[in-house]
């Protein structure tokens, strides 16, 4: 019963993984929908870049009342309160730091969440600075292991500046400093290779192993933490091996272990 529930929370969190992943994919789309419906309109028959976002849109199977949104928003036709982005800090169970990333309309709702989901979970979410420190800005880019070959793709990502290449479940992981990250994406699309994602990520420079019932008490609280409407992503400094942008915003590890 015991493998049988693993393997179910195993499912679960790559189906949540999936989920994220779309959803921020459809919050890039919202963003180009409502930005082609500003500059040229919002009839895609007459507007070139806003039909041809629509049809990235509909391959992404993005809804037809978000999609609908997005080009009011750019016309005028719909306003919506302001969103700010924001980050928080604090400990989950076991001394596991958490790095909150969010973009919210109501920043005392979105504390008061947290701060009961902290509370509720046996951790506390604590002040600006409180765990910032424990973690560093990287570039992380995934490449399909059929995009090219592993010698190849390391002498251009090294030679632009890279500081990993890595091998993780049939894809290939480059890791940047935040200063690179620019440097490695023009080479990479020089070279005619198509990163699946790509994006800065914040990487713990420490990390902390935990027996598998602790582990279940920390993703529990990051589980629930990433069910807020308001959060973007979660970084923690729980071990874990794998890319940030293959985990979403489930729990990222610490890059290259």
């Known amino acids: 019963m015991a493998g049988h529930t693993r393997k179910w929370a195993k499912v679960k969190r790559k189906k949540q993984k999936d989920d994220r992943r779309k959803s921020k994919i459809w919050a890039k789309l919202s963003q180009e929908i409502e930005t082609a419906a500003r500059q040229g309109g919002g009839d895609p028959d007459a507007n070139v870049a806003l039909s041809q976002a629509l049809?990235?849109?509909?391959?992404?199977?993005?809804?037809?009342?978000?999609?609908?949104?997005?080009i009011k928003r750019g016309t005028g036709d719909l306003e919506e309160r302001d969103q700010e982005k924001v980050t928080y800090e604090g400990y989950a169970p076991h001394g596991v730091a958490v790095f909150v990333e969010a973009e919210t309309d109501n920043i005392n709702r979105t504390v008061k969440d947290l701060?009961?989901?902290?509370?509720?979970?046996?951790?506390?979410?604590?002040?600006?600075?409180?765990?910032?420190?424990?973690?560093?800005q990287k570039g992380c880019f995934e490449i399909p292991a059929d995009a090219t070959d592993e010698m190849t793709l390391f002498e251009i990502a090294v030679d632009a500046g890279?500081?990993?290449?890595?091998?993780?479940?049939?894809?290939?992981?480059?890791?940047?400093?935040?200063?690179?990250?620019?440097d490695v994406a023009n080479a990479l699309d020089e070279a005619g290779i198509n990163p699946a994602a790509s994006d800065l990520?914040?990487?713990?420079?420490?990390?902390?192993?935990?027996?598998?019932?602790?582990?279940?008490?920390?993703?529990?609280l990051i589980e629930k933490i990433n069910d807020l409407n308001d959060v973007e992503t979660v970084y923690t400094t729980l071990q874990r091996n794998g890319s940030p942008l293959m985990l979403g915003t489930e729990v990222a590890p610490s890059l290259g272990h």
């Open 162 to 182: 890279a500081e990993e290449v890595d091998e993780i479940d049939g894809t290939y992981v480059v890791t940047t400093s935040r200063e690179a990250f620019a």
């Open 55 to 70: 049809e990235r849109a509909r391959d992404e199977d993005m809804p037809k009342d978000t999609i609908e949104r997005a």
């Open 115 to 136: 701060r009961n989901l902290f509370d509720d979970h046996g951790g506390n979410l604590g002040k600006d600075g409180s765990v910032a420190y424990l973690f560093e």
């Open 201 to 220: 990520v914040r990487s713990p420079a420490t990390s902390v192993a935990l027996s598998p019932d602790e582990r279940d008490e920390v993703e529990a």
